[in-house]
């Protein structure tokens, strides 16, 4: 398996996952400027565009380093970009760690599994991955449930971190 030449494009029933641009810069910053969101990931939310478009010139290295991949979640019927989601930690044909964020006000209406379910599929199809990894801090209930929803298992809890994993024999992956 072989990283891939070219961004990888995904399509679901709502959803286009596509390689982040330039022209995402203003979404990453709404997602990013959000208390509710960047409390996940962040000690404080940015707080400019400057910021947002180092996420984004930090995506694009990752790829073009074949070290990760970062899809920009876009609505199909509004063209809307509404978060992100991908893979950091990539070593191909071993393991990955995935990642992901998503507009507050898109929570809750399954765009988020809709989303992993085929990038986890990439994973392991194109990627040769036998190991998918995540984590989450123990507070975040709604990413807990999300990752269990698609098939992750919880492997430790440590530190006020849930680390979770899913493997490529596809045991517990549901079906896309």
């Given at each position: 398996?072989?990283?891939?030449?070219?961004?990888?494009?995904?399509?679901t029933?709502?959803?286009?996952?596509?390689?982040?641009?330039?022209?995402?810069?203003?979404?990453?910053?709404?997602?990013?400027?959000?208390?509710?969101?960047?409390?996940?990931?962040?000690?404080?939310?940015?707080?400019?565009?400057?910021q947002?478009?180092?996420?984004?010139?930090?995506?694009?290295?990752?790829?073009?380093?074949?070290?990760?991949?970062?899809w920009?979640i876009?609505?199909?019927?509004?063209?809307?970009?509404?978060?992100?989601?991908?893979?950091?930690?990539?070593?191909?044909?071993?393991?990955g760690?995935?990642?992901?964020?998503?507009a507050?006000?898109?929570?809750?209406?399954?765009?988020?599994?809709?989303?992993?379910?085929?990038i986890?599929?990439?994973?392991?199809?194109?990627?040769g991955?036998?190991?998918?990894?995540?984590?989450s801090?123990?507070?975040?209930?709604?990413?807990?449930?999300l990752?269990?929803k698609?098939?992750?298992?919880?492997?430790?809890?440590?530190?006020?971190?849930?680390?979770?994993?899913?493997?490529?024999?596809?045991?517990?992956?549901?079906?896309?």
């Amino acid at each position: 398996m072989n990283f891939p030449k070219k961004f990888p494009k995904i399509e679901t029933e709502r959803l286009v996952l596509r390689e982040i641009a330039d022209e995402d810069t203003h979404a990453i910053y709404r997602n990013f400027s959000d208390p509710e969101v960047a409390k996940w990931f962040f000690e404080q939310p940015l707080t400019d565009l400057v910021q947002a478009k180092e996420f984004i010139t930090a995506f694009k290295n990752e790829f073009r380093e074949g070290e990760g991949l970062t899809w920009a979640i876009v609505l199909k019927q509004s063209d809307r970009c509404v978060g992100t989601c991908g893979y950091g930690d990539l070593e191909i044909g071993e393991r990955g760690e995935i990642g992901f964020d998503l507009a507050q006000d898109q929570w809750g209406k399954g765009l988020m599994s809709e989303a992993l379910l085929p990038i986890i599929d990439y994973g392991f199809k194109e990627l040769g991955l036998k190991k998918i990894e995540a984590h989450s801090y123990s507070t975040n209930v709604r990413a807990i449930r999300l990752l269990e929803k698609v098939g992750f298992q919880l492997e430790k809890i440590s530190e006020n971190n849930h680390y979770y994993f899913i493997t490529r024999s596809g045991e517990n992956l549901p079906s896309t």
